[in-house]
């Protein structure tokens, strides 16, 4: 499969902010950069004091601190809108640093599919052949001593020696499960907060001056890739549920006044309203990896778990192939 390097959106921005505001917004990345250092990806859960650690939340770090209505505003566009998705004061440090640990790059990302994401799973589809069963919706995992039956939307079922499971938690809480998850998945079921987002593609006969990447409290625009006259936007948090909640028309209205011009064409998806995503990406608040978060890899009986949920790095692609691997030799030694 074929890649190639784009420009990161995150590029020179930084957040306009002056004085004590500035120190500790730097502060913070710092104490974020030194606890990764310090965890092992694998095991984050481990780290002394991981119970506090978990507990507290990037926004409470700032506050007790004495951010100013100011820095808080500005690290709420800079780590919830731009990034992930949910507010400042529903992110847990040790996950956010854990993620680092691990290997992601907020605003670093450079590694771009030729053709997308969705001609990975074409590809990988077509290796397959007729062995792909298409828009077949489960709605009950029953498992034996002798294998798993997926029961479908349709009345049929489908039986194997294991099942993998690579769904979001939000369509996982859907499914009817004999016999029942174990507590700790259940819990993860209950208690899991996954983001707003909305996305938009902007393609342009000439793009406007710019500069970009161009951030503000509504989200971020960038130029993916500097030989095509296109441009992305991303918002999460408040203002992508505040764009989910209008139509097609006002929404390309209000992204292409941050872009700085009408685009020829536009489309854009709020994961919201997706009816297999149900939200953008897991983010765990205070408590949850402790508690839950750093188990959702376990086999239970018949039934392994795939999904970026299930890996280091909840909430990015190389998680859900890593995870993909994992179970792939999971399974493998067990049959």
Known sequence: MATRLAE?????????LEGADADLF?????????????????HPEDIDGAG????????????????SPRLLDAAETWYAVASASVPIGAISLLHYAAKQAAGAAPNGLRVRFAGGPSALAARMGATLGDRVRLSAEVVAVEQDAAGVQLSLA?????????????LPLTLQRELRFDPPLSPHRREALSRAHYGDAVKAGLAYDELPAGPYPVLDERGVVHRPDPALPLLVFFSGSGPARALAALDEEERRRRVAGLAGGEPSAF?????????????????????????????????????????????????????????GERVAREVLEAT
């Open 8 to 16: 990161p959106w995150g590029g020179e921005l930084a957040p306009a």
């Open 267 to 323: 489309r854009s998806v709020a994961w919201r309203h997706e009816r297999y995503a149900r939200g953008s990406y897991v983010i765990f608040g205070p408590g949850d990896l402790t508690s839950w978060g750093y188990r959702l890899a376990e086999p239970f009986g018949r039934l392994h778990f795939a999904g970026s949920e299930a890996s280091p790095l909840p909430s990015y692609m190389n998680g859900a192939v890593t995870a």
């Open 26 to 42: 730097q502060a913070l990345h710092a104490e974020v950069e030194t606890l990764a250092a310090r965890i092992d990806p694998l």
């Open 154 to 166: 349709g009345g049929s079922s489908e039986r194997a020696r294991r099942a993998v499971l690579a």
């Open 52 to 67: 506090a650690l978990d507990a507290q939340t990037l926004g409470g770090w700032l506050a007790e601190r004495g951010a």
